[in-house]
T-cell receptor
Framework: DAGITQSPRHKVTETGTPVTLRCHQT?????MYWYRQDPGHGLRLIHY???????DKGEVSDGYSVSRSKTEDFLLTLESATSSQTSVYFC?????????????FGPGTRLTVL | QQPVQSPQAVILREGEDAVINCSSS?????VHWYRQKHGEAPVFLMI?????EQKGHEKISASFNEKKQQSSLYLTASQLSYSGTYFC??????????FGAGTRLTVKP
């Protein structure tokens, strides 16, 4: 299994508070992704990174920011959490262009915003 | 735009076959298939590329019709372990991956 960890695994927070989720990999893969998963929507891309300090927006990026200062870490920040951001968040990595290669997913973080 | 999967759910008996379909309104570079069991992360099954190349699971087959922007996943002689939710993902330019809403497959003894 690819070495991907996510922290925390579960979090409950209140509306309006900032939240940071961490994805850590030991595979030295170039590409890293953040997805959210909600019933009826499958996986939706929030942000992705194609190298250290190189990031771009996905289809549901509003209300989220990311940072990647090291190859192994990709942080997702909810600037001011809202109830609509209650979801399961998955990080994924890929060593080459993920359009043509598999992605490996982390175990997920279940976030509840009250 | 998300690809559309059908059916949304299917129930099989062990040994039966199933087909899961995925279609997109945009031209595709590739189609990816993943399986996710309840409470777990999605796991890679297969990638189908333009030009006919495939990478992936030895026991699973799939097709990719580039002109129709459609893909089908074929699960034959299903086993209990095949149960889960299957997602197709489509890529129409670099790094822009979109996943369908999923097809829930239940295999019963």
């Amino acid at each position: 299994d690819a070495g991907i960890t996510q922290s925390p695994r579960h979090k409950v927070t209140e509306t309006g508070t900032p939240v940071t989720l961490r994805c850590h990999q030991t595979e030295n893969h170039r590409y890293m992704y953040w997805y959210r998963q909600d019933p009826g929507h499958g996986l939706r891309l929030i942000h992705y990174s194609y190298g250290v300090k190189d990031t771009d927006k996905g289809e549901v990026s509003d209300g989220y920011s990311v940072s990647r200062s090291k190859t192994e870490d990709f942080l997702l920040t909810l600037e001011s959490a809202t109830s609509s951001q209650t979801s399961v968040y998955f990080c994924a990595i890929s060593d080459r262009d993920p359009s043509y290669n598999e992605q490996f997913f982390g175990p997920g973080t279940r976030l509840t915003v009250l | 735009q998300q690809p559309v999967q059908s059916p949304q759910a299917v129930i099989l008996r062990e040994g039966e076959d199933a087909v899961i379909n995925c279609s997109s309104s945009k031209a595709l570079y590739s189609v990816h298939w993943y399986r996710q069991k309840h409470g777990e992360a999605p796991v890679f099954l297969m990638i189908l590329l333009k030009g006919g190349e495939q990478k992936g699971h030895e026991k699973i087959s799939a097709s990719f019709n580039e002109k129709k922007q459609q893909s089908s996943l074929y699960l034959t002689a299903s086993q209990l372990s095949y149960s889960g939710t299957y997602f197709c993902g489509t890529a129409n330019n670099n790094n822009d991956m979109r996943f369908g809403a999923g097809t829930r497959l239940t295999v019963k003894p």
